[in-house]
């Protein structure tokens, strides 16, 4: 271990003020001596390592815990907790964020069978989460400990290899994000150009007094709502995939279908586009067999593009993975943030809902889980705080279902509405389809 306070990388700062729920229940939990069992391993495994450490109340440093204070860190970041009820995972989670110490940037959750993190967005994402979730599940630290995290020198032989293939579109890209720094004019209404690649700080709310409180992380009036689809559930938006948007990638064809679900239901939403999440270990290179790097490998970026066709929806998606602009647009924005400190949007303009949409086909960890009787329970993810008029979706399909959770920002949709319709949204295809409409 050491003593001496770390910077946080700029890959990672530019994260700050977010924060990451997640939940995994009716599993068999581990006692809190072996999950903190597991953190130990973690930190005395991997000196310097972030889940050693603080936060600085500055947001730019890792703030290490002397060794003889390691246990006292220990009964802080694994605490122990009563299981959810079955059908009160939201406000289990809500009251989760609550209870969150602002200076630690993870707690582990520990129930009879449950296991849930909270965390700063600094730490990691999602997948980076889920691999520290699952290994407390498991009583075994390996996984984290061989869990490489990411650096400038990984960033940047990505970059290289990247730059061969798309250098003159990357020139104009960098040209575009240096030109305007010299007085740095507010956020646009107009939505960015087609397939635009945004800074992380660009389309997401700003930190305030609000969603980082001196008691603990209140989400800013963030409200979290979550649904469970069922395989004969996913079979029916299957059949409508086929019959409209044959070979579009599940993501594009949830995405369509909510945001069409909305529309019915009276909501204006803004369908020129849509933002999501472009995993960037897709790029990097020389990694060892089997190695699965952490931190934040995940770019925000803006696809504008017909929300409501699919098959719109999916060439975007295609094209933007295959330009390789995420990574580019990540190696950028660590370097400028050293001059220009992230800075979140305008405060909500009351137009129509901006939709953040992310499909993840499997996290980390999350097969083959210990459910309680061989039943399987809930995996359930979220991001606050929501800002602006956004509504953020987080799709994880599981084998044994599909887990579908929604962050809405204040004064925008009525929570209840949300639930129902991503609950119904397997009957809005069916129907669809009934009706012959396209």
């Not at 599993?27 to 390592?49: K, Q």
């Not at 699952?134 to 869990?147: C, Q």
């Not at 679900?261 to 803004?270: F, I, K, N, T």
Request: proline residues 8%; hydrophobic residues 45%.
């Amino acid at each position: 271990m050491t003593d001496r306070p770390a910077p946080i990388a700029l890959v990672d700062r530019a994260w700050a003020g977010l924060w990451t729920a997640m939940m995994v229940s009716h599993v068999e939990a581990p006692s809190l001596d072996v999950a903190r069992d597991v953190v130990r391993a973690v930190v005395l495994g991997s000196p310097g390592t972030p889940y050693g450490a603080t936060l600085h109340p500055r947001g730019s440093r890792w703030v290490p815990v002397a060794a003889d204070a390691l246990e006292a860190h220990l009964e802080r970041v694994v605490v122990a907790v009563e299981d959810p009820d079955a059908d009160d995972a939201d406000r289990f989670i809500g009251e989760l964020t609550r209870r969150h110490p602002v200076d630690l940037p993870f707690v582990l959750w520990v129930g009879p069978h449950t296991v849930a993190y909270t965390g700063s967005h600094v730490l990691g994402d999602a997948a980076t989460d889920a691999v520290l979730l699952r290994a407390v599940i498991d009583g075994d630290a390996d996984a984290v400990l061989r869990m490489p995290r990411v650096d400038a020198a990984m960033l940047r032989r990505a970059a290289t290899a990247q730059t061969r293939l798309h250098h003159r579109e990357w020139a104009r890209l960098a040209v575009g994000r240096l030109a305007p720094r010299a007085g740095r004019p507010v956020p646009s209404a107009t939505p960015p150009a087609a397939g635009a690649v945004l800074s992380t700080a660009e389309g997401r709310p700003p930190r305030t007094s609000e969603s980082i409180g001196a008691a603990g992380l209140a989400p800013a009036g963030t409200a979290i709502v979550s649904v469970v689809l069922s395989n004969t559930d996913m079979r029916l938006v299957s059949q409508w995939r086929n019959a409209r948007a044959k070979g579009a990638s599940i993501t594009a064809v949830m995405a369509s279908l909510l945001v069409r679900s909305l529309d019915e239901a009276g909501v204006a939403v803004d369908t020129s586009g849509f933002f999501t999440l472009v995993d960037l270990r897709r790029y990097l290179v020389d990694q060892p067999e089997g190695s699965f790097p952490g931190g934040n490998l995940a770019k925000a970026v803006r696809l504008v593009c017909d929300l409501s066709d699919p098959v719109a929806v999916d060439a975007a998606l295609s094209e933007v993975v295959a330009s390789g602009r995420p990574l580019a647009a990540t190696v950028l924005g660590a370097g400028l943030s050293l001059v220009t400190p992230p800075a979140g949007p305008g405060p909500a303009r009351g137009g129509p809902l901006a939709l953040t949409y992310n499909s993840i086909p499997g996290l980390p960890g999350a097969s083959g889980l210990p459910w309680v009787d061989g039943v399987p329970g809930r995996y359930v993810g979220a991001g606050f705080p929501v800002g602006g008029d956004g509504l953020s979706v987080v799709a994880l399909r599981l084998r044994e279902h599909m887990e579908m959770a929604a962050s809405i920002a204040p004064g925008t949709v009525d929570p209840g509405l949300v639930r129902h319709l991503l609950t119904a949204l397997p009957a809005f295809a069916a129907g669809d389809l009934a009706r012959g409409s396209r």
